[in-house]
């Protein structure tokens, strides 16, 4: 490989059966060693939002890729190309200020969708959006995470 090529992608790791306990345990593991994982997930470019659901008040926690652009965080509505939006999306659209953890950092961020004027501009930073917008026929929102004044 020479100097002006990319790193390889690793390839996606393969869709649990039971999503919610796989992220409970994704979630558990991200938190006690400050956002590094092992096994398939090793390596990988995710965060933590902590969205609070917009019927019930309380708060739910999601786990998302996600690219970076100077301060900003931004992040694809897929739910794995699900014929709806993710449920932290309607949260967000509700109540839009969340918490994001990267790594060891935890950050308040106020979250908005991205106008479709800045669509192209963003999507180079979540290049899998192209492959999961095959996946649905809904366009798939991109969010833009803002950290949040004070």
Known sequence: MSAAEPPARKP???I???MNAF???LIEEFRANRGQLSGQMAGRTLMLLTTTGAKSGKERTAVLGFGKDGDRYVVIASANGARSHPAWY???QARPTATVEVGPEKIKVRARTARPEERDGLKHL???IEQQQTLTKREIPIVVLERAAG
Do not use: A, W
């Open 90 to 92: 309607h949260n967000l």
């Open 12 to 14: 996606p790791p393969q």
């Open 126 to 128: 979540v290049p899998y």
């Open 16 to 18: 649990p059966t039971d």
């Open 23 to 25: 992220n409970r345990k």
